[in-house]
């Protein structure tokens, strides 16, 4: 276990926040003061046989660094892979589900298309989360209106209910057709179905995404199905652990739209968390750029397994209804970003003379080679030790490097099998990793319309910094923006969101805007948000709505998120330009508006801002051995926590702290910013 941060006592009647998001491999705790704006930071192993325990854990160790007790805590905020975990893995509850009779095969049948990177001729699609086994229908028909075609006969949900016994499930998904339109049957069937099968996880597809498209919806009710029981178990065993502990703040969660809610909205609708930790990280980019003036960023999260690239245009993070989690689309509302498997612990392999990285990964347990776990296959951390551009040790001094183990499985793997030097291997191993992320920058920047070399690249995640400059040489920007604490931001991003949820509703039907209509749809949809706000505890002066219109053109599949406005006149010209800017042309045909969102949030106390002081000229505390391009030279090693406001390092230089390392390359230069931020720029050629 490792912690940063002062050394003196914390005041005992202090408000701190306290910020836990756990990975994989390590679970990263922020505690902040927020009226100084001290913060504290930890990492410590993560435990994946009980996550709640590395949490606990964690809380320990930052109250104690704080001199903090827990009845100090006001707010506890947490990111959790926990439901991401059972999607990907498929280690979710047992679940089955109900549906309209004659549409038990709308989730197998799924969609005709296949993933960008299959092969069209051997892609097999991949087994459904509910077999058609455990798939039970009930006789009903509502309408693509809402009008109800054939009422509810209760009899065939008792019919249903008794086969769902006998399937001895954890879980129950109920999505009825249309049921956007008209939710009256799928609340019976719920109703009917906790009354008669206690003890059962009961999900309604109307509230958890009542839209448009049928195997969409099916498959969101059946992963929240899926993740509900194991979701509700850790937040419980959470709760009560902060309660024996005498911590009387309660506990928000961390959402994939990129802000918080209570514990009694995630234990309802657990999928919201799909893409909780990732999430928080752009947040926390957002906030750590905007201390620097910088609204404009690509942000890159390169932990173990995988990188999480997300464009932030004008200090506005974009949200998608068109996400994926594993193999599954989840058209619930998430930050938009791409996720490619490139990460630290991506193997490095050879076959058939080629070398390929990723996307398997080493992941914590054995891990990379330099770990000493037992890890013997390449993987990018040990090219990047093979190099020399981490230091000896990592963690603050508590994680020695193996670089013997890491040369020699870098030699064994790749530098023998290609016949080339075991530097020359690393690189190419590097080079690879690199253009894989530089394929995602490219589909979220110049494939929407973006040019990356007008955006600061912010690189985090534990393995961030050590590709910044490689990054932004390939992708042509001359600035990198390197936080205070990459390798913890996600746990800093939660500090930085705000209270938040969505409430969306679909239209009966599509078509050109009823303006008459959909005011009556938001208010309706704002009524929803009062209540949400009521049992969150926010206050009238303090509640924000926003509405958002999705449109499409006619017999177009996706819709366009676009700004509410006041006439159909002015929704459908805010449509053509996102089109137009989107695709580079519009169309002579009629807009449809398809569904209605109204975004609910709250600002969150957050700690005050902190500015570094001017220091001395920086000193490094070692110089060591990296095998550069032009050959093999000793390159000085910073001690960032020596660094103060205008610092300025020349490249090649190492930066080292407790959560990650900075690779500052030749023709880069980094100054340190009063925000404690680096920001690394390119000399001019």
């Not at 076959?351 to 000493?372: F, K, N, Q």
């Not at 534990?462 to 390798?487: F, S």
């Amino acid at each position: 276990m490792s912690f940063d941060g002062a050394e003196t006592a914390h005041a005992q009647t202090a408000a701190l926040t306290l910020a836990v998001d756990i990975g994989g491999t390590f679970t990263d705790v922020a505690l902040a003061d927020t009226a100084t704006g001290q913060v504290w930071r930890a990492k410590t192993p993560s435990r994946p046989d009980d996550p709640s325990e590395a949490f606990l854990t964690g809380l320990r160790l930052a109250l104690d660094a704080a001199g903090a007790a827990p009845g100090d805590l006001r707010q506890v905020l947490h990111g959790t892979t926990v439901a991401t975990n059972m999607i990907l893995e498929g280690k979710g509850a047992r679940a089955a589900l109900v549906t309209t009779r004659g549409f038990r095969h709308v989730l197998g049948i799924g969609r005709q298309d296949i993933p960008r990177a299959a092969n069209l001729y051997n892609w097999i699609k991949p087994e459904r989360p509910v077999p058609a086994s455990r798939i039970v229908e009930v006789t009903e028909r509502i309408l693509p209106g809402g009008t109800v075609a054939k009422a509810l006969d209760e009899d065939s949900v008792a019919t249903a209910a008794d086969a769902l016994r006998e399937m001895d499930v954890d879980s129950v998904a109920i999505c009825l057709l249309h049921a956007f339109a008209n939710p009256d049957h799928e609340r019976r069937v719920a109703e009917i179905l906790r009354a008669t099968l206690p003890g059962i996880a009961i999900t309604a597809s109307s509230d958890v995404l009542p839209v448009v498209r049928e195997y969409e919806r099916t498959l969101a009710s059946v992963l929240n199905a899926v993740v509900m029981p194991g979701v509700t178990h850790y937040v419980a065993r959470i709760e009560e652990k902060l309660a024996a502990e005498g911590v009387p703040a309660p506990l928000l969660l961390m959402q994939s739209n990129g802000g918080v809610a209570g514990a009694g909205k995630i234990r309802s609708a657990p999928a919201l968390t799909a893409l909780s930790g990732p999430a928080a990280g752009v947040v926390g980019a957002r906030s750590a750029a905007a201390a620097c003036g910088v609204d404009d960023i690509l942000t890159v999260d390169i932990g173990g397994t995988s990188a999480d690239i997300c464009l932030i245009a004008g200090g506005e993070i974009g949200l998608t209804q068109q996400g994926q989690v594993g193999d599954w689309p989840l058209p619930l509302p998430m930050v938009d970003m791409v996720t490619i498997g490139a990460g630290g612990g991506s193997i490095a392999r050879v076959a058939d003379g080629a070398l390929t990285v990723g996307p398997e990964s080493a992941g914590a347990t054995p891990g990379p080679a330099a770990y000493g776990r037992g890890g013997s296959e390449a993987t990018v951390t040990d090219a990047h030790v093979v190099l020399g551009h981490l230091p000896a040790r990592l963690l603050g001094g508590d994680m020695a490097l193996d670089v013997v183990a890491a040369r020699r499985a870098l030699e064994d793997g790749v530098a023998k099998p290609l016949g080339i030097a075991v530097e020359d291997a690393a690189r190419g191993i590097l080079a690879i990793a690199d253009n894989k992320m530089v394929g995602a920058l490219r589909v979220v920047s110049v494939e929407r319309g973006f040019d990356p070399r007008d955006f600061t690249l912010l690189p985090f995640g534990g393995a961030g910094p050590l590709h910044g400059c490689a990054l932004a040489d390939l992708i042509g920007t001359r600035r990198v923006l390197i936080v205070p604490a990459p390798g913890i931001l996600c746990a800093d991003g939660l500090m930085a969101a705000d209270l938040k949820s969505e409430f969306s509703r679909a239209r009966p039907r599509a078509g050109t805007a009823d303006m008459a209509e959909a005011e009556q749809l938001c208010l309706e949809l704002e009524a929803d948000a009062a209540t949400w706000f009521d049992v969150e505890g926010v206050a009238e002066g303090d509640r924000q709505t926003n509405r958002v219109a999705l449109l499409r053109y006619a017999g177009q599949g996706n819709e366009l998120a676009v700004p509410w406005a006041q006439t159909a006149e002015a929704l459908e010209a805010g449509f053509a330009a996102a089109h137009r800017a989107l695709y580079g042309f519009e169309l002579n045909a009629p807009i449809e508006l398809v569904t209605l969102r109204v975004e609910a949030r709250a600002a969150m106390q957050t700690p005050a801002p902190s500015a570094l002081t001017p220091g001395a000229p920086p000193q490094p505390v070692d110089h060591v051995p990296v095998a550069l391009p032009s050959g093999r030279e000793n390159v000085p090693l910073f001690d960032r926590s020596t660094l103060g406001a205008g610092a300025l390092i020349e490249g090649p230089a190492i930066v080292s702290q407790l959560d990650t390392t900075t690779l500052i390359a030749p023709g880069w230069s980094g100054t340190v910013q009063p925000s404690g931020a680096l920001i690394l720029t390119k000399a001019d050629p």
